[in-house]
């Protein structure tokens, strides 16, 4: 069985910094015995009670990439990081849905059908609690 490889205290730190300017005055804590290739589901502390959370999963690809999940109080963001050059890809995320008359029924099914396939996105990586769909 191949042993499972930590990320570097340097990646750890960098990465930790990042996740610090995500939300201010909260506090995700990146571990010093991080490993590769595995999710990672962390709450908020401090300023803010439970309703922030991010998951995030580390890879190795030319550097550490960092895929992650904020979730706070229904703000989502789906972003890769990668730490070697210190940029952000936004991947797919929610839309969101508003109580709107102007909203015609098409659009309105059109989110929810989106919506639902970034949620089954979102469970089959690891990154939401859900039953995974069978292939």
């Known amino acids: 069985m191949e042993e499972k490889k930590k990320i570097s205290k340097a990646a750890a730190a960098q990465l930790q910094e990042h996740f610090d300017q995500l ?14 290739d595995r999710v990672y589901r962390i709450a908020g502390s401090t300023a803010v009670k439970n309703n922030i959370t991010i998951a995030f999963k580390i890879i190795e690809d030319n550097g550490y990439v ?27 995320n929610y839309e969101a849905l508003y ?11 059109r989110i929810v059908k989106h919506n639902k396939a970034i949620r089954d996105l979102l469970i089959q990586k690891g990154f939401v609690k859900g039953k995974k769909k069978k292939k």
């Open 23 to 36: 939300i201010p005055r909260n506090l995700f804590l990146v571990k010093q015995d991080t490993y590769l």
């Open 66 to 92: 960092c895929e992650y999940f904020l979730d706070a109080d229904g703000y989502t963001e789906h972003r890769r990081y990668f730490l070697a050059s210190d940029e952000v890809e936004l991947l797919e």
């Open 99 to 109: 109580d709107d008359e102007e909203l015609s029924y098409e659009e309105h099914m």
